[in-house]
């Protein structure tokens, strides 16, 4: 019977922890959103653009960067590929002539 109404007395806690969080973060999150949404408005919108239509504009344009950064990644890292490979190339080369100088190899 004790127990019962400790798990009761618990659950009753739980819920009201909860509810009081949710209330929170709805809050801060909504509160963030509203600013977010005067910045975009102020700053960012083209004349006659809305809100959504500059948010969606603002994420095609990241995206785009973000792929011609990937791209660029890419083909930087496919250039420094390419210069060890000739490094190691030309490391073989010269130890090879190296041991044909010194007669070690025929």
Sequence with gaps: MAKSKLVKANKKIEEKVVGC????????????????????DNFLTKEGESVEDARERLAAEQKAREEASAAEVEKRSQKQRSIVEQSLQDAQNATMLARKKAGLDK
């Design 21 to 40: 969080y949710k209330k929170i973060e709805e809050g801060a999150v909504g509160g963030f959103n509203k600013i977010a949404d005067k910045f975009v």
